[in-house]
C-alpha cells in the first residue's frame, strides 16, 4: 500500500498546494485535513495555532504518512520547527518556497508580503527573503477579511473583489514588482488580487515551489511513488464538510469524498 503525503491546513486554503502535488506529482496520494471548525488561524493565539497544528499531526499520523506538509502559512510560521523537532518524517512550510519563488521573480529587489495577522507579525517572510538576499525591501500587510471570504466560498463575488481592493489599498503606492500571496487561501482570489495591483506586479504563489520541493525531498529520499497505480486521496475537515467538499470539487476538479471528524477534534481539544 503507497505511503501518502499528509497535508494539513487550517481550512480549504491548503487545497491550492494539493492541486499543485496532483499536477506535479500524479502517482502520489494525499491525506488532507482542513481545521474549518476552528478557521481562521490568523487572529488566533500563538499558543493555539501551534496546539491545534500538534492536534492535527497526531490526527494525520495514524495513516503513516511519508511526509508532512503544513500547507498554512500561519501554522508554518509559529509551529514548523515544533513539528519538526516531534515527528521523524520530513515537515515542509509554506514560507521558504513561497520566499524562493518571488526572489527568482524580483526585477528591482521590492517584494510585498500579504497574510494574516499572525503571519505577518511573526516576521517569517522578511526574515527569509532577507536570509536570501539581505538586500531585499519587504513591504507587509495583513489581510484578515480575506480567508472568511473564502471558507464561505465567495471568492467570486462583487463582495470579494471590494474586500480585496479596500484589503490591498495601503500597498499601492509601494515600488514592489512581485506579491507573496502569504496565505493559502489566498490563490482563490487570485484574479480580484491581480486586477487591484495591476499587471505590472506578479503573483506569487508558493504552491507551485513547495510541490517542488515535495518532489525533491522524496526523490532524494527514494520515496517517490512509481507503482503505476490510480492514488486514492482522502479529505477529512474537522466542521460540517458539505461547504468543503464544494469548494474542493470545484478547485480541484474531481468528485472526492470528505470525511467529518467531529469526535476526533473534540477529543483533541480536551
Given at each position: 500500500?503507497a505511503?501518502?503525503?499528509?497535508?494539513?491546513?487550517?481550512?480549504?486554503?491548503?487545497?491550492?498546494v494539493?492541486?499543485?502535488?496532483?499536477r506535479?506529482?500524479?502517482?502520489?496520494?494525499?491525506?488532507?485535513?482542513?481545521?474549518?471548525?476552528?478557521?481562521?488561524?490568523?487572529?488566533?493565539?500563538?499558543?493555539e495555532?501551534?496546539?491545534?497544528?500538534?492536534?492535527?499531526?497526531?490526527?494525520?499520523?495514524?495513516?503513516?504518512?511519508?511526509?508532512?506538509?503544513?500547507?498554512?502559512?500561519?501554522?508554518?510560521?509559529?509551529?514548523?520547527?515544533?513539528?519538526?523537532?516531534?515527528?521523524?518524517?520530513?515537515?515542509?512550510?509554506?514560507?521558504?518556497?513561497?520566499?524562493?519563488?518571488?526572489?527568482?521573480?524580483?526585477?528591482?529587489?521590492?517584494?510585498?508580503?500579504?497574510?494574516?495577522e499572525?503571519?505577518?507579525r511573526?516576521?517569517?517572510?522578511?526574515?527569509?527573503?532577507?536570509?536570501?538576499?539581505?538586500?531585499?525591501?519587504?513591504?507587509?500587510?495583513?489581510?484578515?477579511?480575506?480567508?472568511?471570504?473564502?471558507?464561505?466560498?465567495?471568492?467570486?463575488?462583487?463582495?470579494?473583489?471590494?474586500?480585496?481592493?479596500?484589503?490591498?489599498?495601503?500597498?499601492?503606492?509601494?515600488?514592489?514588482?512581485?506579491?507573496?500571496?502569504?496565505?493559502?487561501?489566498?490563490?482563490?482570489?487570485?484574479?480580484?488580487?491581480?486586477?487591484?495591483?495591476?499587471?505590472?506586479?506578479a503573483?506569487?504563489?508558493?504552491?507551485?515551489?513547495?510541490?517542488?520541493?515535495?518532489?525533491?525531498?522524496?526523490?532524494?529520499?527514494?520515496?517517490?511513488?512509481?507503482?503505476g497505480?490510480?492514488?486514492?486521496?482522502?479529505?477529512?475537515?474537522?466542521?460540517?464538510?458539505e461547504?468543503?467538499?464544494?469548494?474542493?470539487?470545484?478547485?480541484?476538479?474531481?468528485?472526492?469524498?470528505?470525511?467529518?471528524?467531529?469526535?476526533?477534534?473534540?477529543?483533541?481539544?480536551?
Amino acid at each position: 500500500m503507497a505511503q501518502a503525503i499528509a497535508i494539513l491546513d487550517s481550512g480549504v486554503g491548503g487545497l491550492t498546494v494539493a492541486k499543485e502535488v496532483m499536477r506535479q506529482l500524479p502517482q502520489e496520494e494525499i491525506v488532507y485535513f482542513g481545521d474549518t471548525e476552528r478557521a481562521p488561524y490568523g487572529p488566533r493565539a500563538a499558543e493555539e495555532v501551534l496546539k491545534f497544528t500538534r492536534q492535527i499531526v497526531e490526527y494525520l499520523l495514524q495513516f503513516r504518512p511519508k511526509m508532512i506538509v503544513i500547507a498554512c502559512n500561519t501554522a508554518t510560521a509559529i509551529a514548523l520547527q515544533h513539528i519538526r523537532a516531534q515527528v521523524k518524517i520530513p515537515v515542509v512550510g509554506v514560507i521558504q518556497p513561497g520566499s524562493r519563488a518571488a526572489i527568482k521573480s524580483t526585477k528591482n529587489g521590492s517584494i510585498g508580503v500579504i497574510g494574516t495577522e499572525n503571519t505577518i507579525r511573526s516576521g517569517a517572510y522578511h526574515q527569509a527573503l532577507q536570509a536570501i538576499n539581505p538586500h531585499t525591501e519587504v513591504f507587509s500587510l495583513a489581510c484578515p477579511r480575506l480567508v472568511p471570504i473564502v471558507e464561505r466560498r465567495m471568492y467570486r463575488s462583487p463582495e470579494a473583489k471590494q474586500t480585496v481592493e479596500q484589503s490591498l489599498r495601503p500597498l499601492l503606492g509601494s515600488p514592489i514588482d512581485c506579491l507573496i500571496l502569504g496565505c493559502t487561501h489566498y490563490p482563490f482570489l487570485t484574479q480580484a488580487i491581480a486586477d487591484v495591483v495591476g499587471p505590472k506586479v506578479a503573483i506569487i504563489s508558493s504552491a507551485d515551489e513547495t510541490a517542488r520541493e515535495i518532489s525533491t525531498i522524496l526523490h532524494h529520499r527514494g520515496q517517490l511513488e512509481q507503482s503505476g497505480h490510480v492514488p486514492v486521496h482522502r479529505f477529512f475537515c474537522s466542521g460540517t464538510p458539505e461547504t468543503f467538499q464544494a469548494i474542493a470539487q470545484e478547485w480541484l476538479g474531481e468528485q472526492i469524498r470528505v470525511s467529518p471528524v467531529f469526535w476526533q477534534m473534540t477529543r483533541l481539544s480536551e
